[in-house]
C-alpha cells in the first residue's frame, strides 16, 4: 500500500478532484463530432453534418469549462506542473481546444455541411484526445495525482 503523498488537485469539491468529473461530457462530443463527420462523409446525410455542428458547439463550451479546473490544479500545484505527463495533456488539450474552435469557425455558415477542412480538423482532435487522455490517466495512475491514499483503506 502507497501511504506516500501524491499531488493533490487544488480544484476540489468535497475533497473530490473536479478537473476529472468534467472531461467526460466534452471527450464524448468531441469523438461524436468525428464519428458524425466521418459518417457524413460517407453517406452524405445532411442530419449528421447538423450533429456533428451542435456535438461540436456543446463540445467546445464544455471543454473550456473542463479546461478552466485544469488549469487551476495545474497552475495550483508545483507536483503536479513537475510531472512530464501534465505538460504534454494541458498544452494538447489547450491545441484541441483551440483546433475545436476553428472548426467550428471554418463551418459555421459555410456552403458545403462538412466542409473537408472540418473532417481534418475532427479527426485530428479525435487522434489527439485519445493522446492526451492517455496522459491524463497516465498522471492518476503512475503519478497517483488527486489519489488520497490515506483514504483507499480506511
Known amino acids: 500500500m502507497n501511504t506516500g503523498r501524491t499531488p493533490q488537485s487544488t480544484a476540489k469539491i468535497?475533497?473530490?478532484?473536479?478537473?476529472?468529473?468534467t472531461v467526460a461530457l466534452p471527450i464524448t462530443l468531441l469523438v461524436i463530432t468525428f464519428v458524425c463527420d466521418a459518417l457524413y462523409t460517407f453517406t452524405g446525410e445532411t442530419l449528421l453534418a447538423t450533429v456533428a455542428?451542435?456535438?461540436?458547439g456543446a463540445?467546445?463550451?464544455?471543454?473550456?469549462?473542463a479546461g478552466v479546473f485544469g488549469f487551476i490544479d495545474y497552475f495550483?500545484?508545483?507536483?503536479?506542473?513537475?510531472?512530464?505527463?501534465?505538460?504534454?495533456h494541458m498544452i494538447g488539450n489547450t491545441v484541441i481546444l483551440l483546433l475545436s474552435i476553428v472548426n467550428f469557425l471554418l463551418r459555421y455558415g459555410a456552403a458545403e455541411p462538412?466542409?473537408?477542412?472540418?473532417?481534418?480538423?475532427?479527426?485530428?482532435?479525435?487522434?489527439?484526445?485519445?493522446v492526451t487522455g492517455w496522459m491524463g490517466w497516465t498522471m492518476v495512475y503512475r503519478h497517483g495525482v488527486g489519489?488520497?491514499?490515506?483514504?483507499?483503506?480506511g
Open 114 to 130: 462538412v466542409p473537408t477542412s472540418g473532417l481534418i480538423l475532427s479527426t485530428i482532435v479525435f487522434v489527439a484526445i485519445h
Open 14 to 21: 468535497a475533497g473530490r478532484p473536479i478537473h476529472p468529473m
Open 147 to 153: 489519489v488520497n491514499t490515506a483514504r483507499m483503506h
Open 76 to 88: 495550483g500545484s508545483r507536483e503536479i506542473r513537475s510531472l512530464r505527463a501534465a505538460h504534454i
Open 53 to 56: 455542428l451542435y456535438a461540436l
Open 59 to 65: 463540445g467546445i463550451v464544455f471543454a473550456a469549462l
